[in-house]
C-alpha cells in the first residue's frame, strides 16, 4: 500500500499552532494503520499499559513509604536537636571545654638491625 495523497490539505507555514482538535483528527486514522503488515498499533500498545497500570499502585506505595521515612528520620532529627539544646546552650554559657591530655614526649624509634 504505497500511496502518495495527502489525508488532508497542508497548512500554510505561518498559520497559527493547530488545535486539539486538528491533532486528534491527524492522529485517529493512523491508529488502526498496520505498518508493513505487522500488528496494529492498538495490540502494542495495550499489553504494555496494562502493565503499567498493574504496577503503578506498587510504585506509588514505595514511594509513599520512602516519603513517610524520610519525614520521620526529619522528625527524629528535629526531636533531638531540640532535646540537646539546653545542654549545648549550658555548655556554651559555662564556657566548658573538653580536658586536655598532657603533652608527652614523642615516643623513640626503633630501626631493624640496632639494638636497643
Known amino acids: 500500500m504505497t500511496t502518495n495523497e495527502l489525508i ?63 519525614a520521620a528520620a526529619a522528625l527524629v532529627g528535629l526531636v533531638r536537636d531540640f532535646a540537646a539544646a539546653p545542654h549545648r546552650l549550658v555548655r556554651e554559657l559555662r564556657g566548658y571545654r573538653a580536658p586536655h591530655l598532657p603533652a608527652r614526649a614523642p615516643a623513640a624509634r626503633l630501626v631493624a638491625g640496632q639494638p636497643r
Do not use: C, K, N
Request: avoid cysteine; charge should be negative; charged fraction near 5%.
Open 8 to 70: 488532508g490539505p497542508p497548512r500554510p507555514a505561518a498559520s497559527a499552532p493547530p488545535t486539539f482538535g486538528e491533532m486528534l483528527e491527524e492522529t485517529l486514522p493512523l491508529i488502526g494503520v498496520i505498518p508493513m503488515a505487522g500488528p496494529p498499533a492498538v495490540l502494542l500498545a495495550a499489553p504494555w499499559l496494562l502493565l503499567v497500570l498493574v504496577l503503578v499502585g506498587y510504585f506509588a506505595l514505595m514511594l509513599t513509604v520512602a516519603a513517610v521515612l524520610v
